[in-house]
């Protein structure tokens, strides 16, 4: 049967040509990583305009059109994406959830710290809707954790990322059982780079070879 992976981008982006705010470029090199694998890719469309809730829904729509048979999908977040998968995986059962850099947004207080962090880096914060500011106040990462019905869930970040993103990741890795977690060295918010693409991508197809071996 063949191996699925459901992409969902991060940060306002696309993956296909041809999508509103579209950047294929970024994340040519985790599509073609998970074909080389083997994998039949399937980019997950988000309008980020909206809340989160909104996000979770459009790649629930998305997925339950695809037919996909859960066994044999992976579905693969990055950054807000990584959210929005986590989202998905109180519903959905993949084989394998893939959560890459996971996007410190969400809980209370946390955009105050990100815009904080942001400029203290000196950088311009991240503008949000009221829609966006509502849904991530009122997301509790605990629960979305604790609710994940992945077979298997893999969490990657870079080496070099800001401590807030870490901090994310590893409290999702604390209440994740069974998780693995990967610090990829050498690289930081950037899942275009190829070290970072194809290690995530080996790390997903490896847990199809150990459970069809």
């Not at 940060?11 to 694998?37: C, H, M």
């Not at 970072?196 to 459970?211: E, N, P, R, T």
Request: with cysteine; proline share 5%.
């Amino acid at each position: 049967m063949t191996k699925n992976a459901l992409l969902i981008p991060g940060n306002k982006g696309q993956i296909l040509t041809g999508q509103e705010g579209g950047n294929p470029d970024k994340y040519a090199p985790l599509v073609s990583a998970f074909e080389q694998r083997g994998f039949a890719v399937h980019a997950i469309h988000i309008d980020w305009a909206g809340a989160y809730g909104d996000w979770v829904k459009e790649a629930s729509v998305q997925i339950d059109e695809l037919g996909v048979d859960p066994d044999q999908t992976s579905i693969v977040g990055f950054s807000w994406g990584a959210l929005t998968a986590l989202g998905v995986s109180q519903k959905y059962a993949p084989q394998v959830l893939g959560l890459a850099s996971i996007s410190p947004h969400g809980g209370a207080g946390s955009l105050d710290r990100i815009r904080r962090d942001a400029i203290r880096r000196g950088y311009d914060p991240l503008s949000h809707t009221p829609e966006q500011v509502e849904g991530f106040e009122a997301m509790d990462i605990g629960p979305m954790a604790l609710g994940n019905l992945a077979t298997t869930s893999i969490v990657t970040y870079g080496s070099l990322e800001n401590d807030i993103l870490k901090e994310r990741c590893r409290e999702v890795i604390g209440l994740t059982p069974g998780v693995i977690e990967s610090e990829i060295p050498g690289v930081g918010h950037a899942i275009e780079e190829q070290v970072y693409a194809q290690s995530l991508a080996g790390l997903v197809a490896s847990q199809f070879q150990i459970k069809h071996a």
